[in-house]
């Protein structure tokens, strides 16, 4: 009799075991058929939106849907000749939205509306500074791009990336005025004085100052006023000089002039040709002999002489961030106005620290 309890409760206890076992199972499917209706409402109801929003700098006219637009993705791919508008953002993502909201996130959508918003302040163009790509794990798709104006697209490429640090010294545009100064520090003489072997001298110093015209985006004249010696020390102070008994020799040149040139300007670089008329000096000097009984009497006479000519000047400069330029003069002179023979050779050649003062900026031409 009691082996019969002991079975009938140990069957019991099974049956409910099995019963609350069912009953876990049952629940679990149920609660995974839950989320699994959950997950695929959920996705039905997100569709891709895209999100477009901008910050302006300038604005220009708008420009029509059809016009020429560029896409740039190094700074080294823009021609010279632009100007930063503002910035553009564009976000896709699949969110919770309205079907009327629904657009194709990818790239010719994303452009496309990037493109359209530029265009509608007056942008041709844009500068990628940022874009991300949906992958299996993320949805997220964005571009980040500046709106740039375009001027020319002919235009050569900044591929050093200069134009954002020069354009703070450098305006390129029609009617703009520079008053210049410069040192020519290193002069390189050769004067042919009459009766006298070639003249070929090298020394320090001298000044100028002209004015700089822009009479095209790139190109501009130049009207300089110049004076350059042979200063025999590098840094401008005075020095004693004791003669002695030895007779000493010593020559000075020097130039005056004034030269139109028109330049042709390429990102740092410049060049320029044109005329000059220069006013030159040589003059040779003896010092010394002097004895205990006084002045020797053997000492030849001071020479010295001038001439007036025409001749060509050409320049080339390459100017810093910081405004400052470094070029090389060279002015060959060959007819000289008052003395003869007329034609002859003569040079001035000067390494100028040059710098500018714009004036009057003038209206960049498209």
Known sequence: MRKMIITDFNSIRNDKENTYRWQITKCNKVIKYVLMCFIVLFFSSCVPVMRVSMQKQ????????????AVYKKPQQIP????????????CTTELAKKSDTTKCDSISIFRNAESKAKEIGGNALLITKHKKPTFWNSY??????????????APLDTLYTKKNLRKYEIYGKGTWYLRFSIPYVNNFILQPNGERSISSTGFWGAAIGFDYYHQNTQYLSLIASGAMNYFLPV???ADVNYGEEI???????????????????????LGYGLSYSHNSWMR????????????DDIPPNKEYTDNTLGLLFTTY????????????????FIRLNTSPVFKYEHLI????????????????K
Not at 141 to 152: I, Q, R, S
Not at 253 to 266: A, P, V
Not at 285 to 296: L, S
């Open 80 to 91: 010279i000749n632009y100007e930063t508008l503002g910035k553009i953002k564009v976000v």
């Open 141 to 154: 798709y964005f571009l980040n791009a500046n709106v740039l104006k375009v001027f020319d697209f002919s």
């Open 285 to 296: 000097t003896y010092n010394g002999g002097y004895t205990p009984d006084g002045i020797r």
């Open 248 to 270: 000493v020799e010593d020559e000075s040149c020097s130039s005056e002039y004034i030269g139109l040139t028109n330049n042709h300007r390429y990102r740092y670089f410049s």
């Open 350 to 365: 000067s390494i100028d620290f040059a710098w500018r003062i714009r004036l009057k900026k003038g209206a960049r031409q």
């Open 318 to 333: 390459w100017t810093s961030k910081f405004g400052l330029s470094l070029g090389i003069i060279y002015r060959p002179n």
């Open 58 to 69: 300038k604005e220009y006219p708008s420009l029509e849907s059809d016009a020429q637009f």
């Open 236 to 238: 401008p102070m005075g």
